[in-house]
């Protein structure tokens, strides 16, 4: 395929990293991609060349034990290979091993953008958070992390019709902001227990004291 997009994948750092030692050095890394068929081998009958397609991260054979019961991601023969065991997508053009299970051809009616995430990322966040988590109309559901998976989590939870959806993530310091109601509260509170302090250490009359 000649590649259109391609995302980079948290695993991709990982693998920077040093955290995946399968991948040998100077694998071209990547395995989520949109392109143009440019080739397909003989058994390729899904796609022909000009076809603009999406390759999914995992490779399918289509007939080992795992992909034969729907868990394509468990393939004995593919699995994931591209930017693992073999070269990957963060390239102009790229091979895509068992293409009749592992590519799909993007419908015109959307554009390759559109579809990128679907190669790994928001199945990830819909599959391992959403569907694992089991949603249901009604949770409140915490999604730590507002990266493209935490996000798509949260767009693929919504299906589900949860009550609240809460997502945690860490932000910068704010600069310099006015207090917030309850920050003002605090320091009001502060005050008045220093006032009755004062009161009893100069040993006058207690006064009830107003705290507005
Ligand atoms: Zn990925
Ligand atoms: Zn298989």
Known sequence: MRVTHTTICGTDSHIIKGGVPTVKPGTVLGHEATGVVEE????????RPGDRILAACV????????????????????????????DGVQAEYARIPFARNSVYKIPDALTDEQ??????????????????????????????????VGLSATV???????????????????????????E???ARLRRVHAQRRDRRAEGGPHQRLTTS
């Open 40 to 47: 397909v081998g003989s058994s390729v009958t899904n796609v």
């Open 59 to 86: 490779s399918a054979c289509g007939y080992c034990r795992f992909c034969t019961t729907g868990m394509y991601g468990q393939c004995v023969n593919g699995g994931w290979a591209l930017g693992h065991a073999i």
């Open 115 to 148: 579809v990128l995430f679907l190669t790994d990322i928001l199945a990830t966040g819909y599959e391992v958070g959403v569907l694992n988590g089991g949603v249901r109309p009604g949770d409140t559901v915490v999604i730590v992390g507002a990266g493209p």
């Open 156 to 182: 693929t939870a919504r299906l589900f019709s949860p009550r609240n959806i809460v997502v945690v993530e860490r932000t910068a310091a704010p600069a310099h902001q006015p207090p917030t109601a309850v």
């Open 184 to 186: 003002r509260d605090h």
